[in-house]
């Protein structure tokens, strides 16, 4: 399969997507060196404080890509149970956008800790989920757009559950939009069908580009939008 670079500017908005590396450690979650169940360079924290109870293991069935998901499936109805990653490093007065694909049967908050001098910190819910409200035993796509104060020095992300049941989470990105977003576009020998059905194969190698951002803010634009590219040796092709 070849590929084509594209620059994503339309209009009044731009995608918040970009070729830049991803700042956290194995956001694949593909391995558990220690069998701790948790993914290596995450930790797991149990509130048992507040009356959480959890456990933890990588799962090889249910997943969005690579070989593993992280899984945490909280047994209590009380308290935080939740795997995070730490001292991840951070500009000032920057632009960062988070991502990650969640499956959820309990409500599940989405985190980044933005910690500044004197170990004070900002956080960001960047996505939520309750229990019988459309994303059970769904995955979604959940993405936000941050901005650093102008003290940050480092990050925390955390998936939190705070019910009980089971919630799963893949491909988590955390990466710096200070350059124009571009992407990388596959293309393919036949080109899809113009019907707004996204079932043809040609699309399921396309990358989800979301959020979409009004252009020249760090706002996302609304109403929330996905979509994908594919390209022929002669015609770009959009869905959203």
Same mark, same amino acid.
């Given at each position: 399969? @070849?590929?084509?670079?594209?620059?994503?500017?339309?209009?009044?908005?731009?995608?918040?997507?970009?070729?830049?590396?991803? #700042?956290?450690?194995? *956001?694949?979650?593909?391995?558990?060196?220690?069998?701790?169940?948790?993914?290596?360079?995450?930790? =797991?924290?149990?509130?048992?404080?507040? *009356?959480?109870?959890?456990?933890?293991?990588?799962?090889?069935?249910?997943?969005?890509?690579?070989?593993?998901?992280?899984?945490? %499936?909280?047994?209590?109805?009380?308290?935080?149970?939740?795997?995070?990653?730490?001292?991840?490093?951070?500009?000032?007065?920057? @632009?960062?956008?988070?991502?990650?694909?969640?499956?959820?049967?309990?409500? /599940?908050?989405?985190?980044?800790?933005? /910690?500044?001098?004197?170990?004070?910190?900002?956080? /960001?819910?960047?996505? $939520?989920?309750?229990?019988?409200? *459309?994303?059970?035993?769904?995955?979604?796509?959940?993405?936000?757009?941050?901005? $650093?104060?102008?003290?940050?020095?480092?990050?925390?992300?955390?998936?939190? $559950?705070?019910?009980?049941? !089971?919630?799963?989470?893949?491909?988590?990105?955390?990466?710096? #939009?200070?350059?124009?977003?571009?992407?990388?576009?596959?293309?393919?020998?036949? !080109?899809?069908? #113009?019907?707004?059905?996204?079932?043809?194969?040609?699309?399921?190698?396309?990358?989800?580009?979301? !959020?979409?951002?009004? #252009?020249?803010?760090?706002?996302?634009?609304? !109403?929330?939008?996905? =979509?994908?590219?594919?390209? %022929?040796? $002669?015609?770009?092709?959009?869905?959203?």
């Amino acid at each position: 399969m @070849r590929w084509l670079w594209v620059w994503l500017l339309w209009g009044t908005v731009t995608v918040a997507a970009a070729l830049e590396p991803n #700042l956290l450690t194995n *956001g694949g979650l593909e391995g558990d060196a220690d069998g701790d169940g948790v993914a290596d360079g995450w930790v =797991a924290e149990v509130h048992r404080h507040e *009356g959480g109870e959890g456990t933890f293991a990588l799962d090889a069935r249910t997943k969005v890509q690579g070989r593993f998901s992280q899984r945490i %499936t909280h047994t209590s109805e009380r308290g935080w149970v939740r795997v995070s990653q730490t001292g991840i490093p951070a500009l000032p007065n920057a @632009r960062y956008l988070f991502r990650c694909w969640v499956k959820a049967d309990c409500r /599940f908050l989405l985190i980044v800790y933005a /910690f500044r001098n004197g170990n004070q910190y900002d956080t /960001f819910v960047v996505g $939520t989920g309750d229990k019988g409200r *459309g994303t059970d035993q769904e995955w979604q796509l959940v993405a936000g757009v941050i901005t $650093t104060p102008s003290d940050a020095r480092s990050f925390k992300v955390s998936l939190v $559950t705070d019910s009980q049941g !089971p919630a799963w989470v893949d491909a988590v990105e955390l990466v710096l #939009l200070e350059r124009p977003p571009v992407t990388l576009v596959p293309t393919v020998p036949t !080109p899809p069908v #113009l019907d707004g059905d996204l079932s043809d194969s040609c699309w399921q190698n396309a990358e989800p580009l979301t !959020p979409f951002l009004e #252009l020249g803010t760090p706002r996302t634009a609304q !109403p929330p939008t996905v =979509a994908r590219l594919v390209a %022929t040796n $002669t015609h770009l092709f959009v869905a959203f």
